[in-house]
T-cell receptor, first 113, second 113 residues
Framework: EAQVTQNPRYLITVTGKKLTVTCSQNMNHEYMSWYRQDPGLGLRQIYY???????DKGDVPEGYKVSRKEKRNFPLILESPSPNQTSLYFCASTSWGGAETQYFGPGTRLLVL | SQELEQSPQSLIVQEGKNLTINCTSSKTLYGLYWYKQKYGEGLIFLMMLQKGGEEKSHEKITAKLDEKKQQSSLHITASQPSHAGIYLCGADIGGGATNKLIFGTGTLLAVQP
């Protein structure tokens, strides 16, 4: 079954404690992205990747890092989380060259105290 | 900076009625995406439009991109309670096929039985 998985689904942490949210897809997609969704601000792109070792900033990259060492994985790293990073995070992967279909992960709810 | 405006912000329709949601950009759209989201859940990709005048359908949902590629509409025919949710449009602002996306603020659709 085609899917994007994210872990953890829920996370409560404290300011400054480094964390990683993992994202994995099983469709051999080239494109992957991270988004955050906040009430009143909508959905905003954090980082995107067009292939292995190719990443670029989206709308709101500050405070986040990503890496794309393998095609299937695209982890989101918060080196020093702050309360303003409390949000609902989504990972997505996209095939290109015809299929034009995006798959989203189920979301990760992060609370930074 | 490019922005996407969606209208209406919310919509309540009786089951069986048709409805249209619009997404307008101040700049040319190189890739226009439509999504559906149940509150607090992941996004479901509906369809993507790239060419001026393009129209795509999936079940009872039809999306069109105007010839100027600055406005898209999503039309639902004979709405059902299963259509309820938040509809989002997204646009590729990287010149097309880059996966650098921005999003509209969403339209909340309620369908009354």
């Amino acid at each position: 079954e085609a899917q994007v998985t994210q872990n953890p689904r829920y996370l409560i942490t404290v300011t400054g404690k480094k964390l990683t949210v993992t994202c994995s897809q099983n469709m051999n997609h080239e494109y992957m992205s991270w988004y955050r969704q906040d009430p009143g601000l909508g959905l905003r792109q954090i980082y995107y990747s067009m292939n292995v070792e190719v990443t670029d900033k989206g709308d709101v990259p500050e405070g986040y890092k990503v890496s794309r060492k393998e095609k299937r994985n695209f982890p989101l790293i918060l080196e020093s989380p702050s309360p303003n990073q409390t949000s609902l995070y989504f990972c997505a992967s996209t095939s290109w060259g015809g299929a034009e279909t995006q798959y989203f992960g189920p979301g990760t709810r992060l609370l930074v105290l | 900076s490019q922005e996407l405006e969606q209208s209406p912000q919310s919509l309540i329709v009786q089951e069986g009625k048709n409805l249209t949601i619009n997404c307008t950009s101040s700049k040319t759209l190189y890739g226009l995406y439509w999504y559906k989201q149940k509150y607090g859940e992941g996004l479901i990709f509906l369809m993507m439009l790239q060419k001026g005048g393009e129209e795509k359908s999936h079940e009872k949902i039809t999306a069109k991109l105007d010839e100027k590629k600055q406005q898209s509409s999503l039309h639902i025919t004979a709405s059902q309670p299963s259509h309820a949710g938040i509809y989002l449009c997204g646009a590729d602002i990287g010149g097309g096929a880059t996966n650098k996306l921005i999003f509209g603020t969403g339209t909340l659709l309620a369908v009354q039985p």
